[in-house]
């Protein structure tokens, strides 16, 4: 499922990622809900079927696992950057 989500503020910018986030809860595998969008910044929320909560940070650190995987199975070397995990949004003036 593709979600986003907030990432940090920076001094003029609050930064989200688009991520892809498998459908099924971490803690029971049970189905996640259907992400829709709110405020401002249309970042995603979810109710999970089961009750577990799902956190940002959980989101993000399941996306970063996965993704490190996939590149370890090719035998390339991932090392995340500062542009290819944040995307400025809006200026915080404008919020």
């Not at 577990?52 to 996306?63: I, K, N, P, S």
Request: proline share 5%.
């Amino acid at each position: 499922m593709i979600v986003i989500i907030p990432i940090a503020e920076g001094v003029n910018n609050v930064y989200t990622k688009t991520i892809s986030i498998r459908d099924y809860c971490p803690k029971c595998g049970a189905k996640r809900g259907i992400p829709t969008e709110k405020g401002e910044h249309r970042l995603s929320i979810w109710t999970n079927s089961c009750g577990h909560r799902d956190t940002y940070e959980g989101a993000l650190d399941e996306y970063l696992r996965r993704t490190q995987f996939e590149h370890r199975g090719r035998g390339d070397k991932y090392e995340p950057t500062f542009e290819s995990i944040f995307k400025p949004v809006k200026s915080i003036k404008q919020l």
